[in-house]
């Protein structure tokens, strides 16, 4: 293909991606330096009280946001270096906390928390989605053929469903005397009040993420152990395999390329974790990083939005992509590299 | 991937492993769709019977049915019916593939029932005045009121956000669909570094959160009218609030998807197909408009379904750029469940959540095959 056909093929989505997907991280940058604040004058007011004979006057300075000729109020946007950065971080906080090792003080700091919590989330979740859609995946495979249909079909509904909508219906299970909430009080023989507390909420969502991802990975499985060579498994078998060598020596080799492209989609999808803060309304005890962004951009009780820590709060997020996508892309421009010479 | 492999016995598994994996599977799918069904009883429910520990009671629903809604054997009949109706027509689409005579005759009757649905409860009044309340057709059995779905849709006006949904949908589909079937074939084609420099690139803004982006937009958004002057003049519009807006936004944020996907999908088209047309004297543009156009159809499909769910699914973007009139259904339910005060108002939230559900589950019903193809052949999920 020649070069001016294909820059005809991709122009369009290439112009759409730079326009706001790459223009717009060259701009939380620049917004992430920069503050932008109502310009205040200091004006000097007579303040008069009524009194005997004579009013009581005093004149005090105030200060005051400037209007406009037509009324608004004039902003001004200043350079202000790391000052976004640190009024979130809080370095001499975090350093004063971490070097007494106070973990839950540090717990207190909204950034910390968020971090914390999308951590844990991230890789907690990984390893049980990935088992749970490797079990049900090596079920259904011995499961007859016309329960196979139905048996996807129910496993896509937490896979399509809308993911804030998905959270609270798991939410409605639990919340108050719910359903399930009385089956644990009686399994359990024990008050319990999920939302009350943290660690409760958590468990909640990450129960519902792995609901919600497990038939991804399931599905991926499925369709690879189809491919798995029928040969190899026969003459696995000749060779006095057990069920569990057969497993881990020949199926999951083969499976392994998959298994590598689930982690890596969990791991993007499950670190900007969101609607789960939204849809169980956790945010007074979990907060994760994408939600933190989303609340300093939600205009507080006077109208305005953080946009300059929100934007420092952005980038500080994109960091932890790069790491997250430092070593498959290095994976793939070895391959891309091998494949050309070869 | 659906072809069926009788394994030998050999490879088959033991009695009580085979127990033991299906009792796994049953448990698997009764958690799969557990939390979707009990809300969708829960939203039919008066909040008594909604809310209750007592499973049986939000099953069956007593109170609801002393509260005097209910349906009787007739109803449950036309429903289970209509179902069976519905059912069997996606079923014979999906086999043939065309809509034949007696496809259409299923597909009718299960729209024409939908719309009878309305005249059912006049229907059934009827039939109760003609054949007498005790007879056994007509005695109320379960407690059951769609009080709640009335409220959400008509009182409340949930169907602005609807069609506000439907309209971001289709945008974001149509914009998508154009701009990444263009692009795919283009980086199908090309074995050039650049075309691998793009697709890397596109997974890595894949990656990003969607209110990074967000926040880069916002400002720029409020103020469009200010800097756009010196373009439209008088005329700029303010973006912030605008669907039309959402839609762009939208649309190019599953560009690195939709790229990904359709490319993997032209790259299993023969290159020999277009390098005929090409010998035969058509230009690139023509040899796609010519041969690829008319056998890339099945991709497309499968990776506007995922386009679809982005568009439907989304909370953040609607609910930073929209304003509360131009609002979508998902960010809307937020408001429900702001102001959920009274246990009515909480039994509204469920039924509008149900609401937002059921186009879905559909979804998923009709184009189940294209989705696992799409979740298996496309290099990145959505």
Known sequence: MKHRTFIGFIGPSLFLMALFIAGPLFSVFWQSLHVTQPIYIQVETEVCTPGFLSQKCTTEIQTQPQMGPDGKIIT??????????????????????????????????????????????????????????????????????????????????????TPVIGALSIRWLFVGDGILTTLFEWLLERDISMFAQGWTIEILMLGYRVWHVAPF???????????????????????????????????????????????????????????????????????????????LLIPDDTGNRLISRASASSMLTMIGIILLLIFPLRRSWREHKLLKRG | ???????????????????????????????????????????????????????????????????????????????????????????????????????????????????????????????????GADFFLMTPLLGMTTEHFQSVWIEQEFYRQFLNTLFVTTGVVSISLTVGTLAGYGLARSGSNWAFWILMTALVFRALPHSVLVSGYLPWFINSAEWLRPIFGDAAPTLYGQPWAIIVVLASINQPFTIWMLRSFFQNIPRELDEAARIDGCS????????????????????????????????????????????????????????????????????????????????VMVFQKQLVSGLTQGAVKG
Not at chain 1, 102 to 130: D, H, Q
Not at chain 1, 282 to 287: L, N, Y
Not at chain 2, 45 to 63: H, Q, R
Not at chain 2, 292 to 315: Q, R
């Open chain 1, 76 to 161: 001004e946007t200043k350079f202000a270096g790391f000052e976004s950065y640190r009024s979130l971080l809080k370095p001499e906080l975090f350093l004063k906390h971490f070097s007494q090792q106070e973990w839950s003080e540090l717990n207190n700091i909204n950034f910390y928390k968020a971090l914390r919590f999308t951590l844990t989330f991230t890789l907690i979740t990984l390893p049980i989605v990935l088992i749970l859609g490797l079990l049900i995946a090596l079920s259904v495979n011995q499961a007859l053929q016309s329960f196979r249909g139905p048996i996807i079909f129910i496993s896509l509904l937490p896979f399509v469903i």
């Open chain 2, 1 to 131: 991937m659906q072809q069926n492999i009788e394994h030998p016995k050999s490879i088959q598994l033991s009695k009580s492993l085979k127990l033991l994996s299906n009792g796994f599977l049953g448990i698997w799918c009764l958690i799969a769709v557990f939390p979707l069904l009990w809300i969708t009883l829960m939203s039919l429910k008066y909040p008594l019977d909604a809310f209750s520990a007592n499973p049986l009671v939000v099953i069956f629903g007593p109170g609801t049915l002393a509260a005097g809604a209910s349906i009787n054997l007739f109803d449950l009949l036309m429903v289970i019916l209509w179902v069976v109706f519905a059912f069997l027509g996606i079923k014979r689409w999906q086999a043939e593939k065309i809509l034949g005579s007696k496809n259409w005759l299923y597909l009718g009757i299960s729209i024409g029932w939908l719309f009878a649905a309305v005249v059912f409860t006049d229907l059934s009044v009827a039939l109760k005045e003609l054949l």
């Open chain 1, 217 to 295: 990975a399931f599905i991926v499985f499925y369709a690879g152990l189809q491919t798995v060579s029928r040969d190899t498994l026969e003459s696995a078998i000749v060779d006095g395999a057990t069920r569990w060598q057969r497993l881990r020596l020949v199926i999951l080799p083969h499976l392994s390329p998959l298994i590598l492209f689930v982690s890596i989609i969990h791991l993007m999808d499950s670190y900007r974790v969101f609607e789960e803060v939204i849809g169980f309304r956790s945010e007074a005890h979990v907060i994760s990083l994408q939600w933190l962004t989303y609340d």
């Open chain 2, 284 to 363: 690139h543009g023509e040899a796609f408009v010519r041969v690829i156009i008319p056998v890339m159809w099945p991709g497309v499909l499968t990776a506007g379904l995922f386009s679809i769910l982005l568009a439907y699914n989304d909370y953040l973007v609607a609910a930073l750029l929209l304003d509360a009139q131009n609002q979508t259904m998902v960010p809307a339910i937020s408001g429900y469940f702001n102001r959920e005060t009274t246990s009515t108002d909480q039994v509204e939230a469920v039924a509008a959540a149900v609401s937002i559900t059921a186009p879905l589950f559909v979804l």
